[in-house]
């Protein structure tokens, strides 16, 4: 792709990142093929090659967001199944988080969308502020199909409260920042584990299971204090400032752990917040006092099962018997490219792993998305139901809190965190999703 930027243009280090994505663009069309807005509503302009094109020419001639370009944008889901798809290496993500930012400070969105979306960023990454908000929600459930029904605004809130669990979830184990020692004579090593913002609201189970399955396997897990959210909702949403700060804090916090008693990794069970932290080392690679350290941390962090996989978890403590459909999440498959690891640890375990069918696009989580794009989100999320169902399933493993969400207000079939269905076969409880499912008997 040509690209007519001036040498002032690109004396902004954000803009000439920009110009080297656009110019590797080469027009193939390759990533409409996997692109879930493409597929669901086949407009050019809601396909990654159509947004280029718009950012392109929005950055190009240096002028303010537009309705056209806020409409199609925000439209994406930052999936990446076009960063998968693509032979010539277009870093759409860069690119598309680019553009965010510039929305975000060319664009004045009408007030219900400002209003909506202060919330979102002023409550969702903040563990106490959350749990009070999920009481509210809770209540105001059986509300929500009728703002649905009245549209515009009042569907986004219906979205919210019909994403909102059917109970209140309980505290976890392991809640609060501290250490806890291996069970095995000889100490392997030393972890730190995210703890996250939402995923321990709504599922707090999920970090007790890890933090069990690692220190049966030899390793000492640390959940740091002062650690708080990544930062990728508010990233996403392109409040780069906000998603920056996040960044440093966390760098802070990870950073005194390595460089006191040391870590072998940063560790994390939520895969959307591993895509952000991983790519820390961009986010903050013009901050003179953070890059080298930030580039740290994102060589430091992993998925739980890339960690997981090099580890020796002796044999499975529990006959196999389950089937599991697992949904790889967009930002495991397409924003980290872990793809076997999650099905071999699995199928270790001792469980019969299908792949689900279209296993490339989109459940329509996608962060707020399933909040701000209702209509798309569900859409998605039905064919994605749709498609698991296919696998005649005893239940659905993922690795990303998102996932487990939107998917979970679609099917009848339990959906658990591969950490906890691991942490089962290994010696753990049985997950609370299946209980009184009749599944457990059968494992």
């Known amino acids: 792709m040509q690209t007519n930027f001036t040498a002032e243009q690109l004396a902004d280090p954000h803009v000439a990142e920009s110009e080297k994505i656009l110019r590797k663009c080469v027009h193939c069309g390759f990533c409409t093929a996997t692109c879930p807005t493409f597929t669901l509503l086949g407009d050019e302009l809601d396909s990654p090659r159509g947004r280029i094109y718009m950012i392109k020419d929005m950055l190009e001639n240096g002028r303010p967001a537009d309705e056209q370009i806020v409409r199609h944008v925000d439209r994406c889901l930052s999936c990446l199944s076009c960063m998968t798809t693509c032979p010539s290496g277009v870093n759409y993500m860069h690119l598309v988080d680019h553009a965010r930012a510039h929305i975000e400070q060319t664009w004045r969105r009408p007030l219900a969308d400002r209003l909506i979306r202060s919330l979102l960023a002023a409550v969702l990454p903040y563990p106490g502020r959350f749990r009070l908000a999920l009481v509210g929600a809770y209540m105001g459930r059986p509300l929500a199909g009728a703002f649905k029904a009245l549209g515009g605004p009042f569907a986004k809130l219906g979205a919210m409260l019909s994403l909102a669990p059917a109970k209140a979830p309980g505290r976890g184990l392991y809640e609060a920042p501290g250490r806890f020692q ?73 950073m005194r752990e390595a460089d006191g008693e040391g870590l072998d990794a940063i560790l994390i069970t939520a895969s959307g917040c591993g895509t952000t932290i991983k790519d820390y080392g961009f986010m903050l690679r013009n901050d003179p006092a953070y890059a080298e350290r930030a580039a740290q941390v994102s060589g430091l962090a992993k998925d739980i099962t890339e960690f997981l996989t090099g580890l020796d978890l002796g044999a499975p403590v529990r006959p196999g018997g389950l089937t599991i459909a697992y949904h790889s999440a967009c930002s495991m498959q ?4 872990i793809t076997r690891q999650p099905k071999e640890l699995l199928k270790a375990a001792g469980f019969t792993v299908k792949d689900v069918p279209e296993g490339h696009l989109c459940c329509g989580s996608a962060g707020t998305y399933n909040i701000l794009q209702p209509e798309i989100a569900t859409r998605l999320r039905d064919r994605k139901v749709a498609n698991i169902r296919k696998t005649v399933p ?28 691991l942490d089962w076969a290994y010696g753990g409880p049985c997950p609370e999703a299946l209980e009184g499912k009749g599944l457990a008997a059968a494992h």
């Open 394 to 421: 005893d239940l659905v493993a993922t690795g990303n809190i998102g996932c487990m969400t939107q998917i979970g207000t679609g099917i009848d079939i339990p959906v658990v965190h591969t950490a906890e269905l």
């Open 182 to 254: 291996p069970q095995a004579a000889a100490k392997k090593g030393r972890v730190a584990l995210l703890n996250g913002c939402a995923q321990p609201v709504l599922a707090p189970s999920i970090n007790d299971a890890t933090i069990r399955l690692l220190t049966r396997a030899g390793y000492e897990v640390v959940l740091p204090k002062g650690e708080g959210c990544c930062g990728a909702l508010v990233h996403h949403m392109g409040r780069e400032e906000d998603a920056l700060a996040n960044a440093r804090r966390n760098v802070d916090v990870w």
């Open 334 to 337: 397409h924003g980290q490219k």
